[in-house]
């Protein structure tokens, strides 16, 4: 019988330093939170500040860096040290979310490449974030083992990256697992999602639009599958090397059924509108099987969908300023929508080219906007080339080529397709301070 432990002397045992990949994001933010209220050698990666989820950590718990760029994959290892680690980096969740490259250098590339570096580290547990859209079709109630129809990029790629962990797992002995959650929900969950849209409805005496009420969810509150990744970390036998563990209720909850809970609990009178358009990966039966967790790691969620939407209009009501809440979730998703492409002629430009990177850097930045750099090397006699690679090893928006003799400036031109292009480089100028 496993010895039954309070959450805090489960995060007590944790082999440490332990580091939170994707510390910046919904879940990863609601681990590293939890983690933080009783370690100081908790860890979390955030790709850019600010981070609105990590507001009120120490900054020195929270590492910036760009973990698609190797050698920063690899200066955050040597820095931390982990002996665990918890892998909450994903893109692709979001209706957004539709750049296949990038869900798929996301989700399965750095998965590839950390566990390379990983199986030659003294590593107690890695614990990955997969997803129940791994069963993609095959959703209702199905176990580890049941054959997986992915539907989209994003569930190839979570399919995929639990293949490569079992693999790891078992073929190389390293201690990693993946846990498919269901739909996990709670404070900090981005605002464009639907419990975050009910709630601040709700509490407003009123429904959001509803897709299909017979679609449907297992939805997970935060808190329990926070303590899901610590129990995995914490329990980890080498027999469960590799394996895949479902992270749910088990509880199918139909859409209908959240608006008859939301009416129940904020009073609301009106009636709902089923009239929003079905995502295509929108099924009417999609909900856990936990049997296996539950024999082997003694993890089953606490909290009813009940109790758990009553806790998130809590945490709701209790923000100082709600409508910078939703802001917030608005501006710090980058605009992936609008995009441009600036492309800068140089020519015995080695000490210009970085200003030009980091104002540039900081217009894109502020302007929230998808965005590459573009230095054309004009056969320069210095060594310019030699900076602008330096800069692109670590910023993979920055890309060089280097002509082998001068060119015409013409040739260097502002590239309007696939991208919109800025017209030049005196336009963005103007947008910059003094």
Same mark, same amino acid.
């Given at each position: 019988? =496993? ?8 995060? $007590? ?36 500040? #600010? ?39 994903? +893109? ?37 974030? &997969? %997803? ?17 129809? #992915? ?30 959650? +269901? ?12 419990? #975050? ?11 959001? $639009?509803?897709?299909?009420?017979? *679609? ?33 209720? &088990?509880?199918?909850?139909?859409? =209908? ?22 995502? $295509? ?5 999609? +909900? ?12 089953? #969620?606490?909290? %009813?969908?009940?109790? &758990?939407?009553?806790?998130?209009? $809590? ?9 910078? +809440? ?6 710090? &998703? ?5 995009? /441009? ?11 210009? *080219? ?21 230095? /054309? ?10 900076? *602008? ?7 993979? =928006? ?21 991208? *919109? ?14």
């Amino acid at each position: 019988m =496993r010895e039954s432990l309070s959450l805090q002397e489960k995060i $007590e045992r944790l082999q440490g330093p332990i580091l939170v990949l994707g510390g910046s994001g919904f879940i990863g933010a609601n681990v590293l939170r939890a983690l933080s209220r009783y370690r100081d050698d908790a860890y979390g990666t955030a790709s850019r500040l #600010p981070a609105w989820r990590l507001e009120g950590l120490p900054s020195q718990h929270v590492k910036v860096t760009d973990l698609l760029i190797d050698s920063n994959l690899d200066q955050l290892l040597a820095a931390v040290q982990p002996r665990t680690i918890i892998d909450c980096v994903a +893109y692709g969740a979001y209706s957004f979310e539709t750049d296949s490259q990038l869900i798929y250098q996301t989700n399965f590339n750095l998965v590839s490449r950390l566990l390379a570096r990983l199986k030659d580290r003294r590593i107690s547990a890695y614990v990955h974030a &997969g %997803s129940s859209s791994e069963y993609g079709f095959n959703a209702s109630g199905p176990g580890e083992n049941t054959v997986l129809e #992915p539907n989209s990029h994003y569930a190839v790629s979570k399919a995929a990256a639990s293949q490569l962990i079992y693999f790891y797992g078992k073929r190389i002995g390293l201690p990693c697992v993946n846990l498919r959650l +269901y739909s996990v929900y709670g404070p900090l969950e981005d605002a464009s999602r639907l419990i #975050p849209n009910l709630v601040r409805c709700g509490v407003e005496g009123r429904y959001p $639009e509803f897709v299909d009420p017979a *679609i449907s969810r297992d939805f997970l509150y935060t808190d329990d599958a926070v303590e899901a990744f610590v129990d995995l970390a914490l329990n980890l036998t080498e027999a469960d090397y590799g394996e895949s563990f479902n992270i749910g209720t &088990g509880q199918k909850t139909t859409i =209908r059924e959240c608006a008859e809970l939301a009416q129940q609990l904020f009073s609301i009178s009106a009636a709902p509108v089923f009239t929003m358009p079905n995502r $295509e990966w929108d099924l009417p039966d999609w +909900y856990a099987d936990i049997k296996k967790v539950r024999a082997r790691m003694g993890w089953e #969620p606490r909290t %009813s969908f009940h109790d &758990g939407l009553m806790h998130t209009a $809590e945490w709701f009501r209790s923000l100082p300023n709600r409508e910078l +809440y939703f802001q917030a979730s608005k501006r710090f &998703g980058l605009d992936t929508k609008h995009s /441009v492409s600036a492309i800068i002629a140089c020519y015995r430009d080695n000490r210009a *080219i970085p200003v030009m990177y980091e104002r540039l850097k900081a217009t894109f930045t502020r302007l929230n906007i998808d965005h590459e750099i573009i230095f /054309v090397n004009d056969g320069s006699p210095d060594d310019s080339e030699e900076v *602008i690679r330096q800069i692109s090893q670590n910023d993979r =928006r920055v890309r060089g080529i280097s002509h082998s003799d001068r060119r015409p400036h013409s040739a260097a031109a502002w590239r309007l397709q696939p991208r *919109i292009a800025a017209c030049c480089w005196t336009a963005i100028c103007k947008t910059l301070p003094n």
